[in-house]
T-cell receptor, first 115, second 113 residues
Framework: DTAVSQTPKYLVTQMGNDKSIKCEQNLGHDTMYWYKQDSKKFLKIMFSYNNKELIINETVPNRFSPKSPDKAHLNLHINSLELGDSAVYFC??????????????FGEGSWLTVV | GNSVTQMEGPVTLSEEAFLTINCTYTATGYPSLFWYVQYPGEGLQLLLKATKADDKGSNKGFEATYRKETTSFHLEKGSVQVSDSAVYFCALRENTGGFKTIFGAGTRLFVKA
């Protein structure tokens, strides 16, 4: 069983389109994240949710909107896609928001290419 | 703010060579420190971690010691294999404030047969 699963794995779309990436974790964790990894492998946090509540919202264009219907799911919706949005998006989860030392578990990534 | 700096890559080694990837951090308080590894086409996974000063994390032949006096957490392996080729990320987890996990820029390792 995949602990953190995200779909789709590959997504090629045109500029201006709206797309969503879905994420589910079966680890029973209460905290979920979205990270963006650029072509140079630099990893940047975008959002973090704890028990469905938004707790980290980094400087991200408001075209990006996360939605957490329950603790096990955190979806990412992107409006009006731009070329610069091309990247790998990782969903992740961990147990405990205010816990030092907890491990983050990552999904396999969603490769988004905007043409 | 808190930050993680790791050596730039790529690092290219021959099989059975000794590996060191340097990592230093800046943080208030006493963060937890991690090494994550990303194999081609996959997500990151935990390699090892240390939660307090002088702790040594180890896994799969890799080791790193939490050095508070030098604010470092260097990754070492005595004999690398081709299968160790990956990108390695040093990270810290704040234990105050936002409790964020902050990642370094990653170091790509190539191991030649």
């Amino acid at each position: 069983d995949t602990a953190v699963s995200q779909t789709p794995k590959y997504l090629v779309t045109q500029m201006g389109n709206d797309k969503s990436i879905k994420c589910e974790q079966n680890l029973g964790h209460d905290t979920m994240y979205w990270y963006k990894q650029d072509s140079k492998k630099f990893l940047k946090i975008m959002f973090s949710y704890n028990n469905k509540e938004l707790i980290i919202n980094e400087t991200v264009p408001n075209r990006f909107s996360p939605k957490s219907p329950d603790k096990a799911h955190l979806n990412l919706h992107i409006n009006s896609l731009e070329l610069g949005d091309s990247a790998v998006y990782f969903c992740a989860s961990s147990q405990g928001d205010r816990v030092s030392g907890n491990t983050i578990y990552f999904g396999e990534g969603s490769w988004l290419t905007v043409v | 703010g808190n930050s993680v700096t790791q050596m730039e890559g790529p690092v290219t080694l021959s099989e059975e060579a000794f590996l060191t990837i340097n990592c230093t951090y800046t943080a208030t308080g006493y963060p937890s420190l991690f090494w994550y590894v990303q194999y081609p086409g996959e997500g990151l996974q935990l390699l090892l971690k240390a939660t307090k000063a002088d702790d040594k994390g180890s896994n799969k032949g890799f080791e790193a010691t939490y050095r508070k006096e030098t604010t470092s957490f260097h990754l070492e392996k005595g004999s690398v294999q081709v299968s160790d080729s990956a990108v390695y990320f040093c990270a810290l987890r704040e234990n105050t404030g936002g409790f964020k996990t902050i990642f370094g820029a990653g170091t790509r390792l190539f191991v030649k047969a």
